[in-house]
């Protein structure tokens, strides 16, 4: 199962999780002398942050709305960074947020379960209900896919939705209860489910009520670092379970920017890496 593996990849190498939110504005100055179309560049980009990180991380996960906003090109490097994750033996989450009636559902599953797009894992929005989910179970449970569904996600104004009162309890706390059913079928040998959640390190407060709930189900975990989250608000949740990657973008991916722009700018997102994982690690 996914689970198993990327369970494995997260206590061998850390937790972390690198977020491919990639843009032209952070590729490094002497790109510029490149010639090279921007979606070639995407890729070049993606491919050098893999390479200088991949002993260092559990997964990768690629953000497709920068890929989308380009167009064609764009998503030609999108499907090119999923190829060359498998290819290198890395875990891909592709971070698309979908979730519509199961006719369509069947759809977004093909799509990104297989073919041009095809990832290992997918974020999904099930407030919905379990139409939005079921249309991915039998990759679960025959191509050895995995989700991770929105729970409590790290944005400020989640509050107005998933905080609501509902029954004396916020209404994410209902969605985690339906979560962890979704998920039960799909335990791997790790005590995991493939059916995992998304609950923001910027709550971590609730993020302990939750994982107290839910001790049977891993978490992506975003809000690392350009969002304000740091080792310490995971730490205590960390050192009683590795249920866990937390996820860094733009403070991986911009490392370099200002400071090293050349040829061997890649060392500065590799020394980032290295911060975030003795960062979460001393907490182990
Ligand atoms: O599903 C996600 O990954 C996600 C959920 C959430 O609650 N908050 C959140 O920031 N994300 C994603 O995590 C990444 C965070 O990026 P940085 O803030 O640059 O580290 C982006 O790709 C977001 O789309």
Redesign the pocket.
């Known amino acids: 199962m996914i689970i198993d593996r990327l369970y494995q990849e997260a206590i061998e190498k850390s937790p972390i999780c690198v977020?491919l939110?990639s843009q032209e504005s952070y590729f490094p100055q002497y790109f510029s002398d490149e010639k090279m179309s921007i979606g070639e560049k995407l890729f070049l980009f993606n491919k050098n942050i893999i390479d200088h990180t991949l002993d260092l991380v559990a997964c990768y996960?690629v953000?497709v709305?920068y890929y989308e906003a380009l167009g064609l090109e764009g998503m030609e490097a999108y499907s090119k960074t999923l190829k060359y994750i498998k290819e290198v033996n890395k875990i891909s989450i592709a971070?698309i947020?979908r979730g519509d009636i199961s006719a369509t559902g069947q759809m977004y599953a093909k799509g990104h379960f297989t073919g041009d797009f095809e990832a290992d894992m997918l974020?999904i929005n099930a407030y919905m209900g379990e139409d939005a989910v079921s249309p991915y179970y039998p990759y679960i449970k025959e191509s050895g896919k995995g989700l991770?569904i929105?729970l409590?996600?790290?944005?400020s104004s989640?509050k107005e939705t998933q905080d609501m009162d509902c029954n004396g309890k916020p209404y994410y706390e209902h969605m985690a209860k339906l979560v962890e059913k979704w998920g039960d079928p799909f335990l791997g040998d790790c005590g995991f489910s493939s059916i995992g959640a998304?609950v923001?390190l910027t709550y971590p407060k609730e993020f302990e009520v939750i994982q107290e709930l839910l001790p049977k189900t891993f978490y992506?975990v975003?809000?690392?670092?350009?969002?304000g989250g740091k080792g310490e608000d995971i730490g205590r949740i960390l050192k009683k379970s590795r249920c866990a990657v937390i996820?860094?973008?733009?403070?991986l991916i911009t490392a370099h920017k200002g400071i090293n722009e050349g040829e061997n700018c890649w060392d500065e997102i590799r020394r980032a890496t290295l911060r975030m994982k003795e960062d979460l690690e001393a907490w182990l």
């Open positions: 977020g939110d996960k953000q709305a971070d947020k974020t991770f929105l409590k996600t790290s944005n989640a998304v923001g992506l975003p809000g690392y670092g350009a969002q996820n860094s973008s733009r403070g």
